[in-house]
Nanobody
Framework: QVRIVQSGGELVQAGDSLSLTCTAS??????????LAWFRQAPGKEREFVAV???????AYGDSVKGRFIISRDNAKNSVTLQMNSLRPEDTAVYYC????????????????????WGQGTQVTVSS
């Protein structure tokens, strides 16, 4: 059974930077063939797409984080990282890492339903 473990959430000040990492293990398939993404969910709100790194190599970002967040992946380590810069109070949320089955992706990358595997969630709190 695939395990996805996240690390890196904490309380920071507005303007600070923070990095989140997600590592997958016990995979029955090649990690390099999965599309990897980050979502977030604030209290009382729906889960929101943050960033994606497709297995084909392209990255995309939600409008609210574009230009501030950077997603990267290391297939050799089965990991994906979200570098968050210029954090704002409105970035406060629980952040989730997600991965698809092999070769899944395409234009629906922003939909949570595309992803079969999820991390446990990490709280990021940005104070003003």
């Amino acid at each position: 059974q695939v395990r996805i473990v996240q690390s890196g959430g904490e309380l920071v000040q507005a303007g600070d930077s923070l990095s989140l990492t997600c590592t997958a293990s016990e995979l029955a398939f090649s990690f390099s063939r999965s599309t990897l993404a980050w979502f977030r969910q604030a209290p009382g709100k729906e889960r929101e797409f943050v960033a994606v790194f497709s297995w084909g190599g392209g990255a995309a970002y939600g409008d609210s984080v574009k230009g501030r967040f950077i997603i990267s992946r290391d297939n050799a380590k089965n990991s994906v990282t979200l570098q968050m810069n210029s954090l704002r109070p409105e970035d406060t949320a629980v952040y989730y890492c997600a991965a698809t089955l092999p070769d899944a992706g395409g234009q629906r990358y922003y939909l949570p339903s595309l992803y079969s595997f999820w991390g446990q969630g990490t709280q990021v709190t940005v104070s003003s």
